[in-house]
DNA sequence: GGAGTTCGCATACC
DNA sequence: ACAGGTATGCGAACTCC
């Protein structure tokens, strides 16, 4: 039989002896199908250098011999083959060690490491699916023609066909590339409500599911009136028939919104209580909760996408919401807000609030379904560009995407993969010393008029490429023609390093990815559709991140002289730049990183955009500098302390009218809202109006109706985030002293919550956290700390560009503007 | 016990 | 612990007299 397919979950059995992989996916007539195939689980031994052709067939000999047991199994060789491959910039003769079992690998390890003549073993590390797809090119999300054998109850793999919840079983003969075509996956969203939110500690109260025009809400409590609502016999039966609704649907995903770490514990816990399985895999298996620093939820044959935790990795960077809860970022994203629900006490929810508590857990999983629909083109195209399961492409964090994006385009280069980092070199690399980063120019306060900005364009990754910085080109000592970088700022002292310039794995798929990142980008301006903006930002993400890898000490190509030689080579261009701008008779006011800002002096655009070519035309390898825009006017201040212009904190307004605001309170989530408004609004008077004399008396205005307290509280709240448990804590902030309070009122605090208060009026000598109060508390704000410690700060600084000092802003006689 | 300084912490920029 | 370093500025905690 031959099929078109598209795997979507990956995982494997131990059957008699032997790994079976299993692919779980779609046919291209809308079959769940299960694959089963097999690969090599293999490793590598390199022997020691200098061992002869001979003695390395010898050594292979005896690891061939190698026999023992484990866990009861019969651990054996199956074969081991001699190859030419590339390590780190060698040549290397190494020793392919195939394996009777994936899970004996570490066994059979272990044994012939200590054999004589073995330097070091490699990729014992390597998962069984990662091994899989590279070995057998099965890439995720990608379509297949797969043929082979349907299994119907075979007793070649004990049946376990039988028993697997799909349309077809099909022992694979032959998988080949077939024609991309468009895939929709059948996604259902589901959420659910418990009366006490730690995990198992209350009853599931309800569970919704949303799985396109199937909207369903399961509950125990005695409920009539509305279609959607089913009542079940008790907490268990309501269990069981989430798990049979699951069954029904045959959703291909199933998403939730913190699930991971909310719905999906809940759920098993509370299957415990009751005494229960939670059969939600397409093999009745429970899910697997796997312990990382987060746990992730796993359900065998179907794919379990948290959304949170995506969204918190790959896309929050570019999202304006304060917080990541579904209300906010369902509301940026889709235009859409959760319902509105407030009981007094989840326990004891009255009678007629039932029904809005259900359309409440239901809509939660409409938007959820909704948002997983706008979120993926972003998962398809990280999974098929970087080729892990989308399950864990769903949750890698940024360094995990650079490896594994290099560990799936290594046999390019016939390169053996270096190992994770053991836990003593992970301490070593902790402890490490930082190195000197990027160049940031201090500002000269003041309100400019008519700018420019140029920035490069992905200046690391460039600076990586042009200059081959990686572990494996990094010389021991200078050679003859190799890239010198000067004057490496690291553990005190001025270094230089040396790269090879032979090219070579990591510098190269560096390039790579910004070619492709270039051509993405070139498509989506010809052909703009949301898979390819989505595959441009996954090259965009990789990029990005490739620096960052180097110096990350959980990476296996870990190589901090590499990141330290990259910012060097940074400062070193940007200053250049700088020095010519200068000298062109524009002057450089202020720069960070990969970009600077310069006034025209009365040049015109295009004498700027014709110097800007010039720059490029001077500039080696694929190192660009591009407009980044022109601006009207442009605001720098100095810092709080001190006379000297503050980095990292500017505002500009381009010919458009739009305001660029950067590093200003008007942009922190901690400050209360009045003053960010004030801030803002100021702001863009000043711009605007290239004066301050509107402002400072929109300013006053301000200041004397918080006086009035005809401020509402809730402009007031400051809002600060837990990012630990309590007990860590050296010194206790407001934050942390209202934190406590919850608590001691049964409030559920976490770490990694948002903590909202207010300023209360207090005694002389009172600590600022001592008249910290919940925003429910009663109490009346002080408008003395609202007036001196947030509106003040927030525009001194700006009014003391054009002279104006703290006091003219208090005064409550207004002073005449020709005063100034 | 008050003033000045350092430190811990949260958040931003690139 | 889960990409890096650079930077601001608050409020608490410390030092010093």
């Known amino acids: 039989m031959q099929i078109n397919f598209i795997p979507l979950n990956y995982d494997y059995l131990d059957i008699d002896g032997k790994a079976v992989a299993r692919i779980f996916g779609r046919s291209a007539d809308g079959k769940r199908v299960c694959i089963l195939d097999s690969c090599d689980s293999f490793f590598w031994v390199i022997p020691k250098q200098g061992l002869s052709e001979k003695e390395i067939e010898k050594l292979g000999e005896k690891i061939k011999n190698v026999k023992t047991e484990s866990a009861g199994r019969e651990v054996y060789i199956e074969r081991v083959e001699l190859h030419k491959k590339n390590f780190l910039g060698k040549q290397v003769k190494a020793l392919k060690v195939v394996a009777s079992n994936q899970k004996d690998i570490h066994v059979i390890a272990e044994i012939v490491r200590e054999f004589s003549g073995v330097e070091m073993k490699r990729e014992i590390d390597i998962p069984y699916a990662t091994r899989y797809i590279t070995e057998k090119n099965v890439l995720p999300l ?38 991309e075509r468009e895939f929709n996956p059948k996604v259902m969203a589901f959420d659910i409500e418990a009366d006490e939110l730690e995990i198992g500690r209350g009853n599931i109260l309800m569970i919704s599911m949303a799985c396109g025009k199937f909207h369903k809400v399961l509950t125990w409590k ?15 039966d309501m269990l069981e028939k989430f798990c049979e609704y699951v069954k029904k649907e045959k959703p291909d995903i199933l998403t939730g919104y913190f699930s991971d770490g909310f719905d999906l514990p809940y759920l098993r816990a ?17 899910p697997i909760f796997a312990r990382g620093r987060i746990t992730s939820a796993k359900i065998a044959g179907i794919a379990h996408i948290d959304l949170f935790r995506f969204i918190e990795t790959a896309y929050s960077q570019y999202l304006q919401s304060e917080t990541l809860s579904l ?7 889709i235009g859409e807000r959760k319902h509105e629900f407030k009981s007094h006490s989840k326990s004891e929810v009255k009678a007629h609030e039932w029904k809005d508590y259900f359309a409440y857990n239901l809509q939660d999983s409409v938007i959820t379904e909704k948002l997983f629909h706008k979120l993926w083109p972003d998962l398809l195209e990280f999974t098929r560009v970087m080729q892990e399961p989308l399950f864990d492409v769903s ?50 306060p003041s309100l400019y008029e008519n700018l420019a900005v140029f920035d490069f364009t992905s200046l690391y990754p460039s600076l990586i490429v042009s200059f081959n910085l990686s572990l494996s080109t990094l010389l021991p000592k200078k050679e003859k023609d190799s890239f010198e970088i000067k004057d490496v700022e690291f553990e005190g002292k001025k270094q230089n390093y040396y790269f090879s310039k032979k090219p070579d794995f990591i510098p190269v798929l560096i390039g790579e990815i910004i070619k492709k990142r270039k051509e993405c980008k070139k498509q989506y301006k010809d052909n703009p559709t949301p898979l390819l903006k989505a595959r441009s930002n996954a090259f965009k993400i990789l990029a990005n991140a490739a620096y960052g890898y180097l110096g990350f000490f959980g990476a296996r190509y870990y190589c901090v002289e590499a990141a330290a030689s990259t910012a060097a080579l940074g400062r070193k261009f940007i200053h250049e730049m700088i020095d010519k701008t200068n000298n062109a008779g524009l002057s450089v006011i202020y720069a960070d990183t990969d970009g ?41 201040v100095t810092k709080r302390t001190g006379e000297f212009g503050a980095k990292k904190k500017y505002a500009l307004l381009n010919k458009k009218n739009q305001m660029k605001i950067r590093g200003f309170e008007t ?51 400051i809002r600060t985030q837990l990012k630990r448990n309590i007990e860590d804590y050296i010194t206790e902030g407001p934050h942390v002293t209202v934190a406590k309070k919850m608590i001691a009122k049964g409030m559920p605090v976490d770490a990694g919550m948002l903590i909202e208060f207010y300023i209360s009026e207090g005694k002389k000598g009172d600590l600022i956290r001592e008249r910290a109060k919940m925003p429910d508390e009663p109490g009346e704000y002080d408008t003395d700390y609202y007036i001196e410690h947030q509106i003040i700060p927030a525009v001194e600084n700006i009014f003391a560009v054009f002279g104006i000092a703290k006091e003219d802003l208090t005064e409550k006689k207004q002073k005449k503007l020709h005063e100034f």
């Open 596 to 636: 600077f800002a310069f006034l025209l002096n009365g040049k015109k655009e295009q004498e700027v955009l014709e110097f800007l070519k010039k720059l490029n035309s001077e500039l080696p390898g694929m190192m660009e500098l591009e407009l980044e825009d022109f601006y009207k006017r442009g605001i720098f």
């Open 327 to 333: 209300d906010e970022v369902a509301s940026e994203l």
């Open 667 to 717: 942009v922190r989530r901690d400050w209360c809202e009045l003053a960010r408004e004030v801030q803002n609004n100021v702001l863009d008077k000043i711009l605007n109006e290239g004066n301050a004399d509107s402002s400072l008396n929109y300013a006053r205005g301000i200041i004397n109706s918080l006086k009035k307290r005809q401020v509402e509280r809730e402009k007031l709240m």
């Open 142 to 179: 990608t379509w297949h023609s797969v043929t082979g054998e349907v299994l119907n109850n075979s007793s070649e793999f004990r049946g376990i066909d039988s028993i697997l919840d799909v349309d077809l079983v099909i022992k694979a003969e032959k998988i080949s590339a077939a024609e």
């Open 222 to 236: 005695k409920f009539s009136g509305e279609d959607y609502v089913e009542t079940c016999k008790s907490e268990a």
């Open 395 to 444: 949750r890698d964090g940024f360094a995990q995407h650079v490896e594994n994006y290099i560990i799936h385009n290594l046999a390019r280069f016939n390169e053996i993969a270096e190992h994770r980092p053991t836990h003593e070199q992970i301490q070593q690399r902790r402890a490490r010393q930082k190195y000197e980063g990027a160049f940031v120019l201090q500002p000269k």
């Open 270 to 286: 509370r299957a415990e209580k009751n005494k229960m399985k939670l059969e939600l895999g397409l093999d009745s298996s429970q």
